[in-house]
């Protein structure tokens, strides 16, 4: 991921996730999983879950194709679906705008970890800004 498209959050870099892949209407987060992000259950915490699927869901709505011109999204609605257990070493997000308007848009995504195993799904409604 380059620089010049989106720069993480200090938020993502503590919990260790990036951006791999990112154009319209799409964005791919990926993350290790590492003991600090586990449960008492000692799998990633359904936050984490949560947070990949915002994220990726969120960033797929404001793709430009202009380092100049930047969005951001707030997440306006969440909802996710724990379906699954990772079994794998790594979170694989997909993210995709589904709809929407100007400013108001409509998204989903899917988790899955490395194996492919389907750990999460979501969907949310998200209000651009640019910056």
């Known amino acids: 991921m380059s620089d010049d498209l989106d720069t993480p959050s200090n938020f993502a870099r503590h919990l260790g996730y990036e951006l791999v892949e990112w154009r319209e209407d799409y964005a791919r987060y990926e993350m290790p999983i590492t003991e600090f992000l586990g449960n008492r259950g000692g799998i990633p915490h359904g936050g984490v879950h949560a947070t990949l699927l915002d994220s990726a869901m969120g960033i797929s709505g404001c793709w430009t194709g202009d380092p100049e011109v930047r969005k951001t999204a707030l997440t306006l ?28 848009f409509f998204a989903e995504a899917v988790l899955r970890d490395d194996t492919g195993a389907l750990v999460a799904k979501g969907t949310g409604v998200f209000r651009q800004r640019t910056s």
């Not at 679906?81 to 070493?89: E, H, K, M």
Request: charged share 20%.
């Open 77 to 104: 609605s969440l909802n996710v679906q724990y379906i699954g257990r990772p079994s794998g070493t790594r979170l694989i997000c997909e993210g995709f705008r589904t709809g929407g308007g100007r400013s108001t």
